[in-house]
T-cell receptor, first 110, second 114 residues
Framework: RKEVEQDPGPFNVPEGATVAFNCTYS??????FFWYRQDCRKEPKLLMS???SGNEDGRFTAQLNRASQYISLLIRDSKLSDSATYLC???????????FGGGTRVLVKP | ETGVTQSPTHLIKTRGQQVTLRCSSQ?????VSWYQQALGQGPQFIFQ???????GRGNFPPRFSGLQFPNYSSELNVNALELDDSALYLC?????????????FGQGTRLTVV
């Protein structure tokens, strides 16, 4: 079983719609959680950290469920520029070793 | 821009050759991590360097090796290149200390092995 698993998609989303997707992780000792965004042939960039109480950054909402070991990302009012691959990232207890999921591809269409 | 720079940006090598990739970390950061990203997959952790010593390693063979220098820049060396080594190699810089900071990625080196 992979340490971090994501639905690869693609999620085809009409512009203005809401899309949500999850990621599961296997290591219950994981300390911190992130969503990164990666555009085609570019490096990953931090979208947002994920906190236990859930957090929101503009149109983006992230949730963490430690009991079920999953995190989620919700995008409201999708823009064409939201088209990208969203990487779920988990940081273990020791050091800054980031474990990435395979990514969820989102395509926002007019 | 993150302040993390990698060189070269693109590279073509022949199977069996050796390659060295370079990374300059962001000012003030003491930790460099290297990742391999094959097409259509998420980045896979290769290893991490903290204060010039290896500080964790992923599931990669010994022909993947690295160095970190006193200025915290780093090199990734791959010997005996194989076709499957073709990938985007990403370097991430961060600060390890009382609290771990966000990791910032360089733009990557795209390696093609033919």
């Amino acid at each position: 079983r992979k340490e971090v698993e994501q639905d690869p998609g693609p999620f085809n989303v009409p512009e203005g719609a809401t899309v949500a997707f999850n990621c599961t992780y296997s290591n219950s000792a994981s300390q911190s959680f992130f969503w990164y965004r990666q555009d085609c042939r570019k490096e990953p960039k931090l979208l947002m950290s994920v906190y236990s109480s859930g957090n929101e950054d503009g149109r983006f909402t992230a949730q963490l469920n430690r009991a079920s070991q999953y995190i989620s990302l919700l995008i409201r009012d999708s823009k064409l520029s939201d088209s990208a691959t969203y990487l779920c990232v988990v940081n273990g207890a020791a050091g800054n070793k980031l474990t990435f999921g395979g990514g969820t591809r989102v395509l926002v269409k007019p | 821009e993150t302040g993390v720079t990698q060189s070269p940006t693109h590279l073509i090598k022949t199977r069996g050759q050796q390659v060295t990739l370079r990374c300059s970390s962001q000012s003030g950061h003491n930790t460099v991590s290297w990742y391999q990203q094959a097409l259509g997959q998420g980045p896979q952790f290769i290893f991490q360097y903290y204060r010039e010593e290896e500080n964790g390693r992923g599931n990669f063979p010994p022909r993947f090796s690295g160095l970190q220098f006193p200025n915290y820049s780093s090199e990734l060396n791959v010997n005996a290149l194989e076709l499957d080594d073709s990938a985007l190699y990403l370097c991430a810089s961060s600060l390890t200390g009382l609290g771990n900071t966000e990791a910032f990625f360089g733009q990557g080196t795209r390696l093609t092995v033919v």
